[in-house]
């Protein structure tokens, strides 16, 4: 019985507070009374408080209506505001270093305010796995093709206004933590004839470099062992290394404070329209034109295609993969069509040690004829080393784990040969990152796809993508808005030497 | 910027409202950035003019020079004249070079560098506010002859354009004095002196005594 009359209670009590929820808000808004005498949760107060309440409900009020009038950026459906923009005008591929140079010529270039949509797609923008900041940030103008020695001096005056170039009011300098140190090249009697001529051609682009003989490399760095060096070749300036997570973010707030878009997301799809063409020997060419590209989200199966007039491919180690979604290289064998984006990743390892006794302030970028190299690192004693591995011994490129044998088998010695001082050394870290290797001939491809119109390459580089991004970055702005290259001409970087097969080779990369 | 983390006190009062208006308002942000440029074209243009032979606005420069085999200066005197009697020691080379306390820059330094690479012995740039890291690695056109330098006071130095200076074996007296830029003058100074060792590092004006807190750990522990 009193189990029955309990329960009938709580039905009653049930039903009084479901219909009390609804009544509630107007109720209390009215009055300010609880019309149900006796409260059944803890949390709410003894008492309501008709003028807090009421703050709170005209706020509320009052966006409601300005939500609902004309020209509030409210919808009833939900959009993902991460989403890049429908319509734009050139779309990056890639958010490193390159791609953020492109950007930001291009909004330099535009002419007239707002003249130009850009939007950066950049599928990582942790830069968890990005070429530009695992690089060492070496700028140097030792190369034996002029176009690399060129583009690096024109980069190294890019960087030495750079708070003229990239500086936004009322935000901090941009300081690069140059290191004015030189790079030097070693060379045993086999090389030292193409040393020499490399010389020339450096000295004759206007690079300022020295040759030195072992004598009088043994006087300036008394720490190095000089006795299978045939000649030496030392920069004097414009050459050292810099901080490139500071260049890229320097790149990156003065685009943004211009009005470049960033989107982070992937490029998964372009759709395009295709045009066939008959070439004078009578084969038959699909010319593609993009007309858009398909940007997903992370982590999600939701996408956007952005409407674009040009794409700039500067994706680094992956530009082969976005290449291919437009079907460079996936035609038969021997057309045009049928030649792939020879860009792939490799994985360069780059090991941090300390060695107390080792060279001091003036320890240049060093690379011995071994493929050795090493650098100082702060004011501490630590340095960084690294190598290239042979053809055969490529490391494994899915993943970024770094192989420690291949410090103690194949760098220590040869540092240890070069520099007394550093066999006794303590390896304090290491990290790997990709270089954006040109299978080809090792060297940038900067240019549009013969096939493709509106795709621009600007990847390639191996390893000297870092040094060349301001250059680079003015030279693409320059293809895409004055229909040509005006300051620095870089035809033979375009596309056509991989349609020829005709390397373009660079004898000096490390 | 009241989030920077950089030490500098938040600029006066009209300047913020002015930064605030260029940030509301395109017009404001291209006449600001005018007038930088504007700035930055006047520098550039009085240091080219820098050292060319028979500028007029030589007598306008606030540098000093000697030139060889004479022991007077040639300098503006506190009329603001200038002595012209070195316009007939046009082909002689220079000597000494004093451009405390002015706008020279890099641009400035590759006319001086044309006229006097081999015989240059003395430079002072002290208290220049345009010297940077790259007019440091600029310098290297006067390696064989360089004795003495002064890069003293100057706010744009770093320890990685003090780099910059092992080529100039030939140095014997560096002042770097005063250097704001280097967090760590000591280990700076070692540095430099292993690096250049037959040269005389003068640096004073820097504070190597132990901060508050590092005093008080060595107090706790021993």
Redesign the interface.
């Known amino acids: 019985m009193l189990t029955w009359r309990s329960m009938r209670a709580t039905v009653r009590t049930l039903r009084v507070l479901l219909t009390f929820r609804q009544v509630a808000p107007d109720h209390r808004w009215r009055c300010g009374l609880v019309p149900f005498p006796r409260s059944l949760s803890t949390g709410t107060p003894l008492r309501n408080d008709f003028f807090k309440d009421l703050e709170a409900k005209l706020a509320a009020a009052r966006r409601k209506v300005a939500d609902a009038a004309p020209g509030s950026a409210w919808s009833p459906l939900e959009i993902n505001p991460n989403l890049p923009p429908e319509r734009t005008d050139i779309v990056i591929v890639g958010g490193g270093v390159v791609g953020w140079s492109v950007a930001y010529w291009l909004k330099k270039k535009e002419g007239i ?1 707002g003249g130009l949509k850009v939007v950066v797609v950049e599928k990582d923008t942790t830069y968890s796995q990005a070429s530009s900041v695992l690089s060492a940030g070496g700028i140097r103008q030792q190369f034996s093709l002029p176009e690399n020695i060129r583009l690096s001096l024109a980069s190294a005056d890019f960087l ?1 206004n750079i708070n ?1 170039h990239l500086g936004v ?4 300098v941009v300081d690069l ?6 790079y030097m090249f070693l060379a045993s009697h086999k090389g030292a004839h193409v040393l020499e001529e490399n010389y020339k051609t450096q000295k004759a682009a206007g690079a ?1 470099v020295s040759l030195l003989s072992p004598t009088q490399l043994q006087e ?1 760095f008394p720490w190095m062992n000089t006795h299978d060096v045939a000649l030496a070749s030392y920069g ?3 050459e ?1 290394w810099l901080d490139p997570w500071s260049l890229l973010n320097a790149f990156r707030r003065k685009a943004l404070s211009m009005g470049v878009v960033q989107c982070c997301g992937e490029v998964t799809g372009f759709k395009f329209t295709s045009n066939e063409a008959t070439t004078e020997d009578g084969e038959r060419l699909e010319l593609r034109r993009i007309k858009s590209v398909q940007v997903r989200m992370p982590r999600s199966l939701e996408y956007q295609p952005v409407e674009c007039a040009v794409v700039v491919n500067a994706a680094g180690p992956f530009s082969a993969k976005v290449a291919r979604m437009l079907g460079v290289g996936l035609g038969p064998r021997d057309t045009l069509a049928g030649i792939p984006l020879p860009v792939e990743p490799r994985k360069r390892f780059v090991y941090v040690f300390h060695c107390p006794e080792g060279p ?3 320890t240049p970028f060093l690379i011995d004829h071994s493929g050795v190299y090493f650098r100082r690192e702060g ?1 501490g004693g630590n340095y960084i080393a690294g190598k290239s591995p042979d053809e055969g011994e490529e490391p494994d490129v899915a993943d970024l784990h770094v192989d420690h044998q291949f410090f103690q088998d194949q760098i220590w010695p040869e540092l240890a040969h070069r520099v007394p001082a550093f066999e006794k050394l303590k390896v304090r870290s290491a990290w790997a990152g990709y270089y954006d290797y040109n299978t080809l001939d090792q060297n940038g491809i900067v240019g549009a796809h013969p096939l493709v119109s509106n795709m621009y390459f600007a990847t390639g580089f191996s390893g000297h993508g870092l040094q060349h991004s301001p250059a680079v970055g003015r030279a693409v702005a320059e293809l895409i808005l004055d229909g040509g290259f005006t300051t620095l001409d870089l035809s033979r970087l375009g596309f056509r030497r991989i349609a020829e097969r005709e390397p373009l080779l660079e004898s000096n990369i490390i | ?1 009241p989030w ?1 983390s ?1 030490p500098a006190s938040p600029p006066p009062m009209h300047r913020r409202l002015l ?1 605030i208006l ?2 509301r308002f ?1 017009d404001f ?1 291209v006449l ?2 005018w007038k930088s440029r504007m700035k ?1 074209r006047k520098l550039l243009r009085k240091n080219h003019l820098f050292f060319l032979k028979c500028s007029i606005l030589f007598a306008c420069l606030l540098c000093v020079l000697r030139f060889v085999g004479h022991s007077e200066w040639f300098r503006a005197d506190h009329k603001g004249k200038f002595n012209w009697d070195f316009l007939n020691h046009k082909d002689t080379p220079l000597e000494e070079v004093d451009m405390s306390y002015t706008i020279i820059n ?1 641009t400035g330094l590759s006319n001086l560098g044309t006229k006097a690479q081999r015989s240059l012995r003395t430079l002072s740039v002290r208290g220049c506010s345009e010297v940077d ?2 007019f ?3 310098l ?1 056109v006067f390696q064989d002859s360089l004795e003495e330098l002064d890069i003293s006071h100057c706010p744009q130095i ?7 200076l ?2 100039l ?1 030939g140095l014997r007296r560096l002042d770097v004095s005063s250097l704001p830029r280097i967090s ?1 003058p000591g ?2 100074i070692i ?2 002196e ?2 250049l060792p037959q040269c005389e590092v003068i640096a004073s004006g820097y504070d190597h005594s132990l901060k508050p807190e590092e005093v008080e750990e060595e107090r706790s522990q021993g």
Request: proline share 3%; net charge positive; hydrophobic share 30%.
């Open positions: 305010r030495r003229e009011p009322n935000e901090d933590h140059f290191n004015h140190a030189g300022q300036k004097l300036e414009n050292g001091g302030l003036d004011l | 910027r920077s950089s930064l260029t940030q395109s942000e600001l950035r930055r890099y890291d790259w440091l690695a600029r290297h770093t320890p990685g354009g003090l780099a910059a092992r080529n074996k760590t280990l700076v540095l430099l292993e690096m």
